[in-house]
């Protein structure tokens, strides 16, 4: 079985936890943030199972293998 580092961003909207991994665009949520990560590690195993079994694993893993990743915070005006 394949390891994958990834980034798990989570906040709070009203009374949940958001959790979202910004490399693959999915995302889940819990009532703690420890609710919220775990949620987000299983969606993400189904995510990288179903994309193994469609064959489109191989598109995706320039984004979750590099060994060189970067986030930063970004400040944005918006009208």
């Given at each position: 079985?394949?390891?994958y580092h990834l980034t798990a961003v989570i906040w709070k909207e009203g009374r949940q936890y958001v959790s979202k991994c910004p490399e693959l665009g999915?995302?889940?949520?819990?009532?703690?943030?420890?609710?919220?990560?775990?949620?987000?590690?299983?969606?993400?195993?189904?995510?990288?199972?179903?994309?193994?079994?469609?064959?489109?694993?191989?598109?995706?893993?320039?984004?979750?293998?590099?060994?060189?990743?970067?986030?930063?915070?970004?400040?944005?005006?918006?009208?």
């Amino acid at each position: 079985m394949k390891r994958y580092h990834l980034t798990a961003v989570i906040w709070k909207e009203g009374r949940q936890y958001v959790s979202k991994c910004p490399e693959l665009g999915v995302a889940s949520y819990g009532g703690t943030p420890e609710k919220a990560r775990a949620a987000l590690e299983e969606a993400l195993a189904l995510y990288l199972a179903n994309a193994r079994k469609l064959g489109i694993l191989k598109d995706i893993e320039p984004a979750i293998t590099s060994a060189k990743r970067y986030t930063t915070p970004l400040d944005i005006a918006a009208a």
